[in-house]
């Protein structure tokens, strides 16, 4: 018996190898399925799983995107015009791809996922760098980012911050004192009763809150403790009687508020908690230094909660607290809201009682006990300020920063070229600069030997070798652990900075997210549209064959699109409308056979051979049809603009495949459900025996 | 199956294509494509309100002194409006859109297009390259895969007519644009060129289906030329028509539904691809038999 059914699979007779191939097309309808619609299917499965709580978990499928276009993603396509006029013919490939490269780079910065750049060089040797942007927020950012040349600078360590001269001393002296003086005098007019908001608007140096009135809105304490300190007593509506001195400068503040804070979830106020807590770690825990397992510190921990009481709490903790510094504090938390601790903590002790002490809590740190001493609501301030600025050092000398600009910069560099170290093989970078820059870099090189000096492309540093000795005569080798591409690439980049190619913009193509995702939905609607409207009219000319062509036609969506994902062709609007095209012309071939199939019929031939022969005589028109569609995508992929290529390719895969569907697949659903009950039902494919 | 006597009025046929054909011909001449920004170069602006929008004019005189060079701003549906003017500089796109927020707040930057002078330039002529480079690529295929039907008519003679029939196609197609871009505004763009290739490729592809069969039944028809192409016609009448059916079905889903970028190159499809059903009964064919017997008198 089972050598009968090995027999029928390896040596099926004609009516069996039709039915292999039908399963044939199956399995690839169904690898076909799980490509297009991988997330659905595993969305299914989880559904699934959950459902029967785990017991059917079924392998998932990997998820293909689909790849899409500018004018669906929302993005912005650029073309930059490069002036190569100042670099000799030899170098103009390479230059070409330097400033792509930068570009590139600079693109890079914005997190734009898959950024496009590349170089359009035409027939008249003129050169043109295209950028494709998808999803990106801020066009005008990235074209004035791209559009500056490339910077070269060398740089040398800053040192430490250097000190204030005498006269920049007297200064910041002067300066403050101007600065204290008429704090004092808005002060005064504060008090007196002026009005504040029409002070602050006039004197505050808060660009940002002036225009408010000063209003901060509502803070916390631990928000702004300084401000909140110095009204923390004062009524509401009254300016604080002396200012405040901060780090920015001299502060008049005033309470025009004050209330509960309301959580912003719930109706519930937002409180403050005052605690002790006793920590004991456990081994494992990071930083823990006593030895207990886990078990034992719980034990221990339970057995310390039976002993404690509110007064002898804090004596406990200084004997037994594992926290650092515990034996001085008594664990002492001080007041705190929900936010400051580690979630269990938090829940913990927010929902015990006023005055009693927790049972064993569980944290990352440990197993705690928290005694909660007190509970208040928390205090929210309304308050403006008048800000008079002060000067400190830093703003006069400037941030603390590592490098240091020096005179040398990229229009000093002649040339670098990648070069072999004559001892080990090793690949250096060379350096020429041009006269001045030689006497600039033997100074650099002089002051810095030992330290390092650094090499920065577009502010972003690209080398830091340390100076061995002075360099004279302009020649350096900048030699590290390279790799020849390493090196190849560095030569590339400083040249590039020492050749700047002026580029200049001269196409833009922004379309905005919204408007790219309403066209991808409406073009799905027109797609299934599409796909509806030639289905009925199929079924209803041509019956039976008609329904087996709409299969088909199912089957060859399924298998373009998943094509579309796996090439990837990148999707455009003209490019789905080139797929919903080709589901028209996909059914013409199915059209050219039936018609085919038709005439075969009433020619007298039978039901079998008027199959066959309708296909093979259709073929030649099918194939003769289509080519010449293709040429003219072929043609049309020529294009550098994207939109038309993707037209032309998804054009072309479209009638590709239906060619394969329609032969292939409509031949083997018609020759399976062939048999003799159909023959006496002409009338199903709609032909007449004349 | 049909019998129409098709090719006998062949006459006529050919009248009726010559008068569209002259028709779209001083259409062209006359009033020329609207081109759009592709072609001229220039910068177009659509931006959404997300309430009331402000009238034409207040938009107008707020950007008047920008020096964007010739503005026209051109309401969109309801809530959208688009702007287009000559200069193409990202710095005075800024200022203009800087411009635009300070009259009201709630407007969105839809779509941005600018287009260098030189780009449109390159673009023409790129696209006549494509047409060229199309035609010829045709005009061989035919000639080679039709090279052994060369009685009555020479084999070439069946390239040439399809290359007659799609030029027909394209020039009406793009005769009816210029009317439409007279009348309705309508642009001409890259999409437009995509097109007008497509059309002619799938033009073929009709004729070719209509010659095929006339290449079939050659040898063995015993009428003469003109009986057997008129018998090669209504055999494939009905094949034809619901092939651009079939086609034309899909096209009208995406100029319903689709979205108003997609809806010009939808059309033209459309436009294009009915007229090649058309010019593959109509004209192709009758003009094959026309030839041969101009040939034999």
New interface residues.
């Given amino acids: 018996m089972s050598k009968n059914i090995i027999e029928r699979i390896l040596k099926p007779t004609a009516r069996g190898r039709v039915w292999q191939f039908f399963i044939g097309i199956l399995v690839l309808l169904i690898i076909g399925g799980l490509i297009d619609a991988g997330q659905y299917y595993n969305k299914g499965i989880d559904w699934l799983s959950g459902k029967t709580k785990n017991t059917i978990v079924l392998p998932k499928t990997k998820e293909v995107p689909f790849r899409l276009g500018l004018?669906l993603q929302g993005g912005t396509h650029l073309?930059y015009?490069t002036d190569l006029s100042s670099i000799d013919s030899s170098e103009r490939d390479s230059a070409a791809e330097g400033a792509r490269d930068v570009i590139e780079r600079r693109v890079n910065l914005f997190g734009v996922s898959e950024p496009l750049v590349q170089v359009d060089k035409n027939v008249s040797g003129d050169y043109k760098i295209i950028v494709e942007l998808a999803g990106i927020k801020d066009?005008?950012e990235a074209?004035k980012m791209i559009g500056e040349t490339p910077l070269l600078e060398f740089k040398e360590p800053a040192g430490a911050p250097r000190d204030l001269t005498e006269a920049e001393q007297k200064d910041l002296a002067s300066f403050d004192k101007k600065a204290e003086a008429k704090a004092q005098e808005v002060l005064g007019k504060a008090i007196s009763g002026g009005d504040f908001s029409a002070l602050a608007k006039t004197y505050s140096e808060d660009e940002t809150t002036k225009g408010k009135g000063g209003d901060l809105g509502w803070i916390t304490e631990n928000d702004n403790p300084v401000l909140v300190k110095a009204v923390i007593t004062s009524a509401q509506g009254q300016v604080a009687k002396d200012f405040v001195s901060t780090n920015e400068g001299y502060e008049i503040v005033k309470l025009t508020g004050k209330r509960d804070k309301q959580s912003t979830f719930s109706d519930a106020k937002e409180t403050e908690v005052k605690a002790m807590h006793l920590l004991l770690c456990y081994q494992g825990i990071e930083n823990c230094t006593n030895n207990l397992s886990k078990e034992d510190a719980l034990a221990k921990i339970k057995e310390l909660k039976a002993k404690a009481t509110p007064a002898n709490f804090s004596q406990l903790v200084k004997e037994n607290s594992t926290e650092p510094g515990a034996s001085q504090t008594g664990g002492e938390l001080g007041w705190f809201t929900k936010n400051k601790m580690v979630q269990a903590f938090s829940d913990a002790v927010f929902a015990q009682g006023k005055g009693t002490i927790s049972e064993p809590v569980e944290t990352e740190f440990g197993f705690h006990l928290i005694y909660k001493e007190d509970e208040r609501n928390l205090q929210e301030y309304q308050i403006s300020h008048i800000l008079v600025k002060t000067k400190n050092k830093e703003d006069i000398v400037g941030p603390t920063e590592e490098w240091k600009n020096t005179e040398l910069t990229g229009k000093y560099l002649e040339r670098a070229t990648v070069e072999f170290n004559s001892s080990n093989s090793s690949p250096e970078v060379a350096l020429e600069f041009d006269s001045e820059g030689a006497k600039l870099f033997e100074e650099i090189t002089e002051r810095n030997i030992g330290k390092q000096v650094a090499i920065f492309l577009d502010n972003y540093p690209i080398s830091a070798p340390t100076v061995q000795n002075k360099i004279s005569g302009g020649k350096a080798v900048i030699s590290g652990k390279f790799t020849v591409t390493e090196a190849k690439l560095l030569a590339q980049r400083l040249n590039e900075g020492a050749l700047p190619v002026p580029i200049n913009?001269?196409?833009?193509?922004?379309?905005?997210a919204?408007?790219g995702s309403?066209?991808v939905a409406?073009?799905v609607?027109?797609?299934l549209?599409?796909?509806l409207?030639?289905a009925i009219?199929?079924i209803i000319?041509y019956r039976l064959p008609g329904l087996i062509s709409v299969f088909s036609l199912a089957v060859y969506a399924v298998l373009v699109l998943a094509i579309f994902k796996l090439w990837p062709v990148t999707l455009t609007?003209?490019g789905l409308?080139g797929f919903?095209?080709s589901?028209?012309?996909a059914?013409?071939a199915n059209?050219?056979i039936f018609?085919r199939i038709r005439?075969e019929i009433?020619a007298g031939k039978i039901l079998s051979l008027a199959i066959e022969d309708g296909f093979k005589?259709a073929w030649?028109?099918i194939r003769?049809?289509?080519?010449?569609?293709l040429?003219?995508?072929?043609?049309?992929s020529?294009?550098s603009?994207s939109?038309?290529k993707g037209?032309?390719i998804t054009?072309a895969i479209g009638v590709i495949v239906s060619m394969f569907s329609a032969i292939i697949i409509t031949k083997n659903f018609l020759k399976l459900i062939m048999g003799k009950w159909l023959e006496d039902k002409i009338w199903l494919i709609g032909a007449k025996k004349e | 199956?049909t019998n129409y006597k098709i090719i006998q009025k062949g006459k006529l046929w050919i009248s009726i294509s010559l008068v569209l054909f002259v028709a779209s011909l001083v259409a062209l001449g006359m009033w020329g494509f609207k081109y759009g920004i592709d072609f001229t170069g220039g910068s177009l602006m659509e931006v959404r309100y997300a309430e009331n929008r402000p009238a034409v004019e207040t938009v107008r005189e707020n950007l008047s002194q920008l020096g964007l060079g010739e503005l026209i701003v051109q309401p969109a549906g309801e809530t959208n409006y688009i702007l287009r003017f000559q200069n193409?500089e990202?710095a005075k796109?800024?200022e203009a859109l800087k411009a635009l927020r300070d009259l009201d707040g709630s407007v969105?930057?839809?779509?941005?297009?600018?287009?260098?002078p030189?780009?449109g330039a390159e673009l023409k002529q790129?696209s006549f390259y494509?047409v060229f480079?199309?035609l010829l690529?045709?005009l061989l295929?035919?000639s080679y895969?039709f090279r052994k039907v060369s009685r009555p008519v020479a084999s070439w003679k069946y390239g040439a007519s399809a290359i007659i029939a799609m030029f027909h196609d394209a020039i009406i197609t793009m005769g009816i644009f210029a009317v439409l871009g007279r009348y309705f505004n309508m642009e001409i763009n890259?999409?437009f060129?995509?097109a007008i290739?497509?059309v002619?490729?799938?033009s073929?592809?009709?004729t070719?289906?209509v010659f095929?069969?006339t290449r079939?039944n050659l040898p063995k028809s015993d009428s003469d030329f003109e009986g057997t192409v008129n018998m090669s016609v209504n055999?494939?009448l009905?094949?034809s028509i619901?092939?651009s059916?079939?086609?034309?079905?899909?096209?009208?889903?995406?100029i319903?539904?689709?979205?108003e970028?997609?809806r010009p190159?939808?059309l033209t499809?459309a436009i294009g691809i009915f007229f090649g059903t058309y010019s593959s009964i109509f004209l192709a064919s009758p003009l094959l038999v026309m030839w041969a017997n101009w040939k034999k008198k």
Avoid: W
Avoid at chain 2, 108 to 116: N, T
Avoid at chain 2, 245 to 254: E, G, K, Y
Avoid at chain 2, 256 to 259: D, L, M, P, R, V
């Fill in positions: 004018d073309v015009q066009v005008n074209i913009l001269i196409s833009q193509q922004t379309v905005g919204s408007l309403a066209s409406n073009s609607k027109a797609g549209y599409g796909f409207l030639v009219f199929m000319f609007l003209s409308a919903i095209l589901l028209g012309m059914v013409d059209v050219l018609s005439e009433r005589r030649p028109s003769d049809s289509n080519i010449s569609t040429i003219t995508c072929l043609i049309l020529q294009f603009s939109v038309v037209f032309a054009l | 199956m193409t990202e796109h800024q969105e930057e839809m779509h941005f297009e600018s287009v260098g030189s780009i790129k494509a480079f199309v690529g045709i295929y035919i895969s890259t999409p060129v995509t290739l497509t002619i490729g799938y073929v592809h009709d070719i289906v095929d069969r079939e055999q494939t009905v094949r619901n092939t059916l079939t086609s034309l079905l899909s096209l009208t889903a995406i319903i539904f689709g979205g970028s997609i190159f939808a499809l």
